[in-house]
């Protein structure tokens, strides 16, 4: 039962921007201090391990050779598989080969941000390194999509202490989402609605119903085509999420977004 509830975990970062691990390291419940020190070993995480090289390179083999099915695998970033993967190497070698062996035997693999989830930004066209996210790079790995971009941290230590409580990934949509975070559409929960449905739009940035937190429907808003939790469980301590601060959802959490939601300001 201690290794189910504390199992080790490794953070691979490909084609990325670091934009998840910046937002797990402001996690606030729990914090990442708490997440690493308390409820998980973290053994290899590029960004912020101290071991760098060989022995952090080692940590990581370690961990495949004698946890095998046992550990978590965390993807932070797309990975490429034009001209046999070779536009994202680390260790010297590419991140396709580094995945499917990390993802191939893990107990289970969290996508984080839509890079990881779905291609994200590499991807979009005219995708020139052949991008994907894990799913399809390591066919027949159990991997949790929790894309956005980035992902909200809160949801990603949901999902971790969901898979410790009860021993499985929880429920998804059929894009590989856990319902509990992307199962409602942001429209349904945005605190801008009723003005949409009273027809008070922003029509211009800065005008006065800008100023007094009109729709943003006709400056570009894609909440009506998106699902994430961002209205209920915001960010940064539910400070506020992008509606709130007076900018439209850009539809980040979905597949494909770069090519699908833009141009961002119009509909
Ligand atoms: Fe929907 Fe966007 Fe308007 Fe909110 S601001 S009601 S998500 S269109
Ligand atoms: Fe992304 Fe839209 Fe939420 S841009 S962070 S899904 S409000």
Redesign the pocket.
Known sequence: LDEVKRPTLVWLEYQDCAADTEALLRAEHPTVAELILDILSVDYHETVMAAAGFQAEEALAKVVKEQKGKYLAVVEGSIPLKDDGIYCCVAGRTAVDTAREVCGNALATIAVGTCASFGGLPAASPNPTGAVGVREAVPGATVLNLPGCPLNADNLTAAVVYFLTFGKLPATDDQGRPLFAYGKR??DN?E??PH?DAGQYVERWGDDGHKVGY???KMG?K??ETFHNCPTQRFNQKTSWP?AAGH??AGCSQPGFWDTMTPLYQR
């Open positions: 942001i429209h945005c801008r609605r949409f729709c943003l429907y808003c909440g009506p509606v439209g959802c």
